[in-house]
Each structure stands twice: as C-alpha cells, then as structure tokens.
C-alpha cells in the first residue's frame, strides 16, 4: 500500500501560482511513478501531469503545457505540481496519484489521495 497526501490548494487570482505537494509513505515511492490529475464536479477524473520514478520524463496535458511543472524529490517521498499563469478554467479538485508509468500516462493510477481543491478568480 502506499498512501499519498496532497497539500497546497487554494484560491488564487488569473495569472497567479500555486504548488501543490504530495507525500507519499507505505511502499517504496521510488518504484512508482506518478502523477496529477484534476476532477469537477459531475465530470471524469482528467490527467494533468506525469513524471517517471527517476524525474527525468515528464508529460503534461496540452492545455497546461508551458504552465505547470511536475517534479519530484525521491528522498523526501514528494512530489510537486508548479502551476503558473492559472487560468480559471484550471479550477478543479487536484489528486495525486502512483502507478505504473503507461498505467499513470493513461490516466489511471493504483493509489490516489485525498484531493486539494484549486480555485482560480477573475
């Protein structure tokens, strides 16, 4: 099992940042690699951003590519989403999640967390 936290949601103004964090404990982090998703209300889980277990890959939604970044820090079992110049259409219930790479890349994941809330204002 592994169990993953995120942290970092909040209500920012068009055009500003937020990081969100993810912590993960339980099982080795190192094996999975992992990824962010966001969800609204009445509407699919959509895949954000993904990074393998080493950080050197890295893919990104179209719609957020060139504005968020996905990295992670292996011995401190975090991972991180930079986001930059949000938009209000990225307001959305953010999750972390672990898997397998092509697992992850497709948008599903074997472990998820709780959720932080992202809202963006005019």
């Known amino acids: 099992q592994v169990q993953l936290v995120e942290s970092g949601g909040g209500l920012v103004q068009a055009g500003g940042s937020l990081r969100l964090s993810c912590v993960a404990s339980g099982r080795t982090f190192l094996g999975y690699a992992m990824g962010w998703f966001r969800q609204a209300p009445g509407e699919e889980r959509e895949f954000v951003a993904a990074?393998?277990?080493?950080?050197?890959?890295?893919d990104y939604v179209e719609s957020v590519k060139g504005r968020l970044t996905n990295y992670r820090e292996n011995a401190k079992n975090m991972v991180y989403l930079q986001m930059n110049s949000l938009k209000p259409e990225d307001k959305d219930v953010y999750y972390c999640?672990?898997?397998?790479?092509?697992?992850?890349?497709?948008?599903?994941?074997?472990?998820w967390g709780q959720g932080t809330q992202v809202t963006v204002s005019l």
């Open positions: 990074i393998n277990w080493s950080g050197g890959i890295t």
């Open positions: 999640g672990a898997g397998r790479n092509a697992q992850v890349l497709a948008g599903d994941s074997d472990y």
